[in-house]
């Protein structure tokens, strides 16, 4: 069974998740580099015998790329055991599963958010975002 969360349980996670989320966040942009890298050595070209000219370059490249991925990978797996998930790396957008009024639902945070404010149903997604009946909605835009 998926763990529900409270507010409050929530809301105790954030510090953490900020700093995941800032770690995935580079490790995303590490990756992007490392691919655009690699696309930029195989343009270069191919010897006669098929392999790359810069093949030795393109080894390189691949081995920190796959470095990257397996520690953004990781670092969703730790994120994944808390018992949320990460819906967006590059917004910094995180579901936590709860109930509202008896209906499943997903308590909804930004990283740029101070606490978690806002929930959605289970097939919305951020765009129906909504805020959690009884907060109110001053400090976060």
Known sequence: ???????????QLLPALREHLTRLRS???QARKKYEEMRDIREVGYRKDGNLIMLSDYQLAKKEFDQVVAEANQLLATINQLGCRV????????????????QPVYLCWRVDEE?????HGL???????????????GQDA
């Open 1 to 11: 069974m998926t763990r529900q969360f409270t507010l409050e349980e929530a809301n």
């Open 27 to 29: 490790l995303q942009d």
């Open 87 to 102: 819906t967006d790396v590059e917004i910094g957008l995180v579901d936590f599963p709860a109930e509202i009024n008896g």
């Open 115 to 119: 606490s978690v404010k806002y929930y």
């Open 123 to 137: 097939e919305e997604g951020y765009a129906g975002r909504k805020l959690i009946p009884g907060i109110a909605s």
